[in-house]
């Protein structure tokens, strides 16, 4: 019998296929073995992702289980799901989780959400955890460690090798802590392949490297998992062991580089080498490079003899060695062949890898590879890695470019110890109270900006060399990594405002005697001074061991200089030398909008000022959104950053998150969560997307707070009053929103007025941002708010069509001839958003 002949193509895919079954299987095999262990509950139940966990109560796990089951006292809605981390299991004594596991290499994850349980203060909770004699954590506070990284819930991940066929896993309290105790909400074991011994490490040391060796017991903590030029890789996505993969923009040195995906007709096939759960098939199949132009860059910089590289900047924990993983997948026609793309690898200025040729190492395109590099992270408490892929010209290659898919950075245990365990990151500094100095008014806190990720939010910049960005970066073998700022500021943005000396700034301070300071934040402390013998202002100086640096420094000068608005505080000037990061502002007689609404010995201010008050700021917010052709997104909204000066008139103030937005609306950009708890916005918090909406949101937070007079985030509140964001939501939705109306406004407040105000509050604050109204519209609606409150040529039939607010309708521009409110009057309110004189 004679078979038809069949395509060669139908034969290819038919083998594609049963190709990609077989390792679908593989990677299913791997994730046997998985345990999924819910903390404190009694049943099973479903996270985000579809995977049941089971509760630790009469679970296997633990037959004699100690302990206290206890549940969340409240759900922040930047949570994936309500499994494993609305209960918990604490521990005031020792006690020992003991699993089942076949001998070899396992992922254990380990959830921890911070709040309060019952009795039990969240700030009590210092602890440690070992597996078996591994320590993992010691001394840890997932309470201060979640406000430094301003996150609601944190997740450690650690590779450990089980060797008895039992993972031994015991809770701690600290004894050096009165009252302590610890707690856990979720524990995951995944095991997996030796990932980590299986290919040679280059160790990098001075200008040469060596081969790294590790024991096939030694234990890692994962700290960086990035998915280079591509989106944020859920654990449903990944490659069988349930891995999260962020996006890399965060930690850019810059914005220089393009992002770009496969080919359509590149297909990502995994080598020998490589196996398929090295990395999920999205991270090579996405890539950061310079950019090909054959043409122009091997001419311009053969030229100018300037290096052509982009850099990375990841901050870890000094005293440990680290293992960095790099990814590489040569993606895109027309880079087929050797010598096309051939660049170095350096790693804090140290050349870890020359010569570096994509499809030499793989064998073609779409053919994956990734190599290994260990290095040691000297230093006190935080370092940085620098990481710099830099074009090579040697051997001219037809395309002066570089290129990197994925990137995974892993702490090793100490040599000689069995230690993973860090230090817990600063708390972010409160303001103190503001203090009078001789019969001075109430004065500004300056510097209250949210807290900064050490681990898995971090940008601070350490070594900037600016003058560089105007002609390129000069060569990495700079050794820059002892200098932590740049020699001076930009000249773009220095020749706005007033550059003082240090000498200057010591006279107007005695000094920085103690007596001057008026506050103090997360950048440093905050003093009063005058300058020429007659202008009153508030001097912010840098403290060296802040978690903020020459990027925060940086971008509140750039900011102030090229925005300039009667409700953004004034930047009189900057002192950058000795060592010294200083800046000068206009003295805010009257400090925080938040020390006049509660916990303040202040009298309250009446609901109109209030108004003003919010009006001020939303014009503010307004003008950042469109004074430009992108826009700013401010990225931390909140009454600790509008500032009120002699004359209670808002100014918008702490700009060192801020960023430049897309200037479409609706656009946004992947960067890692910044801001304050309990005014993020939960959309922004769960997919790390920033729009103009993430400001809406926290203005809306704003707007609650100031109708309510009460903290955004109370944990000692029963648990439906936690969030005022959600309580005042719940209220709404029932009717009884003017029953938290804080008592000392509640009788100015006209029905009217009352009923706009509340319906932008909460248009503001919804889930999605497509739902919210932009800064425009609220700013617009406020305005009628005030009109409304405080004109008697209104009556009753013109307020409640003013006060009908529509998901789309919420004013957006120009006065409409539907609204029951004249178009004269609607006119003279819109006139006040055009022109920042206003009100």
């Known amino acids: 019998m004679v078979l038809p002949t069949l395509p060669v193509t139908l034969i290819f895919l038919t083998l594609l296929a049963f190709l990609s079954i077989a390792m679908a299987a593989d990677s299913n095999s791997m994730a046997s073995g998985l345990i999924l262990l819910n903390c404190g509950a009694s049943g099973q139940g479903d996270d985000d992702i579809g995977r049941t966990w089971d509760g630790d109560i009469s679970s296997k796990f633990a037959p004699l289980l100690e302990g206290v089951a206890a549940n969340a006292a409240y759900e922040d809605p930047s949570l994936p799901s309500m499994v494993p981390y609305m209960t918990a299991r604490i521990f005031t004594s020792n006690y020992t989780y ?9 992922f254990l994850r380990l959830y921890f959400y911070p709040i309060a349980y019952g009795n039990y203060v969240v700030s009590d909770a210092f602890f440690g955890v070992t597996a078996g004699n ?23 991940e650690y590779s450990v090798n089980v060797s008895s066929g039992s993972l031994d896993l015991t809770f701690a309290p600290s004894t050096h802590q009165t009252g302590s105790y610890a707690f856990v909400n979720g524990i995951e074991i995944v095991p997996t392949p030796d990932i980590f011994t299986t290919a040679d490490t280059k160790f990098v040391s001075g200008n040469h490297t060596d081969l790294f060796k590790f024991t096939a017991d030694t234990g890692f903590q994962t700290m960086y998992r ?7 890789i859920s654990p449903k996505d990944d490659s069988g062991f349930y891995r999260s993969w962020i996006n890399d923009a965060p930690y850019r ?15 990502i096939r995994y080598t020998p080498t490589v196996p398929n759960y090295t990395a999920p098939v999205d991270v090579y199949a996405s890539a950061r490079s310079m950019g090909q132009n054959p043409h122009v860059n091997p001419n311009f910089h053969l ?21 960095l993983r790099f990814h590489f997948c040569e993606i895109e026609y027309p880079i087929t062949k050797v010598n096309q793309r051939v660049f170095f690898i350096n790693i804090n200025n140290h050349a870890a890898q020359q010569k570096v040729d994509v499809i030499l190492w793989s064998g073609g395109i779409g053919r994956t590879a990734y190599r290994d590099y260990a290095i040691m992270a000297t230093g006190s408490s935080m370092v940085d890695l620098w990481i710099a892929l830099e074009a090579d010209f040697s051997d001219q290659p037809e395309f002066t470019d570089v290129i990197l898919n994925g990137l995974e950075v892993f702490k090793l245990q100490g040599y000689g110890t069995n230690n993973l365990a860090g230090l817990n990151p600063p708390l972010p500094q409160k303001p103190s109270g503001a203090r009078k100095y001789k019969g001075d008014k109430l004065a500004a806190i300056w510097g209250t900006t949210g807290g900064f990720a050490l681990i898995l939010i971090a940008l601070t910049i350490t070594c900037v060399i600016s003058r560089q960005k105007k002609v390129g970066k000069s060569s990495f073998k700079t050794d820059c990594r002892h200098l932590n700022r740049p020699t001076e500021c930009r000249e773009s943005t220095c020749d706005l405002v007033r550059r003082f000396s240090f000498a200057e700034i010591q006279l107007v301070t005695k000094d920085f005697d103690e007596a001057f300071i008026i506050g103090r ?14 202008t009153k202002v508030a001097i912010k100086r840098f403290n060296q061991k802040s978690q903020q640096g020459f990027h925060e420094f940086q971008t509140e000068i750039e900011m102030l200089c090229n925005f300039r608005h009667r409700h953004l505080v004034s930047l009189i000037g900057y002192c950058e030398e000795k060592n010294e990061m200083i800046l000068v502002y206009d003295y805010m007689a009257h400090g925080t909008f938040r020390e006049h609404l509660y916990n303040t010995g202040n009298p309250p201010l009446p609901w109109q000022q209030r108004l003003e008050i919010c009006i001020g700021a939303a014009r503010g917010l307004h003008y950042l959104h469109t004074g430009t052709e992108q826009g700013i997104i401010h990225r931390d909204v909140k009454t600790t950053n509008i500032l009120l000066d002699d004359r209670l008139m808002a100014k918008v103030s702490d700009f060192g998150l801020s960023k430049a937005s897309p200037d479409i609306d ?8 910044k801001g304050t708890f309990g005014y993020l916005d939960p959309e922004y918090f769960r997919l790390q997307r920033l729009t103009k909406k993430s400001d809406v949101y926290s203005f809306g937070v704003v707007l609650f707070e100031t109708l309510c007079a009460r903290p955004v985030i109370n944990t000692e509140l029963p648990y439906e009053q936690v969030s005022l964001r959600d309580w005042a939501l719940s209220c709404r939705k029932k009717g009884v929103l003017e029953e938290i109306v804080d008592p000392c406004v509640k009788e100015e407040i006209t029905p009217q007025c009352f009923r706009t105000f509340a319906e932008i509050a909460e248009k503001c604050v919804a889930d999605r941002s497509i739902d919210r109204p932009s800064m425009g519209d609220v700013l ?36 409409s001839t539907n609204s029951t409110i004249s178009v004269s009057a609607q006119e003279a309110i819109f006139s006040d958003i055009v022109h920042p004189e206003g009100r």
């Open 98 to 106: 003991s699993f089942p596991v076949t001998a070899g290499r396992v």
């Open 134 to 156: 591994l320590v993992l954590l010691n001394g840890f506070s997932a309470s201060q460690t979640a406000q430094a990284t301003s996150s609601a819930y944190l997740v450690r």
């Open 226 to 232: 990035i998915n280079v030029g591509g989106p944020y």
């Open 253 to 267: 040195y810059d914005d220089s580089g393009v992002t770009f995906s496969k080919d359509d007709n590149v297909t």
């Open 303 to 323: 030229t100018h003899k300037l290096n052509y590289n982009l850099t990375w900047i990841l901050p870890v924990d000094a005293g440990f060695f680290y293992l």
């Open 521 to 534: 934040g997360g950048f440093g402390n905050v003093y009063s001074g005058e300058i020429d013998g007659r």
């Open 666 to 673: 609706n656009s946004h950009m992947s960067t890692v969560v």
């Open 780 to 815: 617009w609606n406020l305005e009628v708010a005030l009109q409304l409150q405080d004109s008697a040529s209104y009556n009753s039939s013109c307020a409640e069509g003013a006060s009908s607010l529509q998901t789309s309708g919420v004013h957006s521009g120009k006065p």
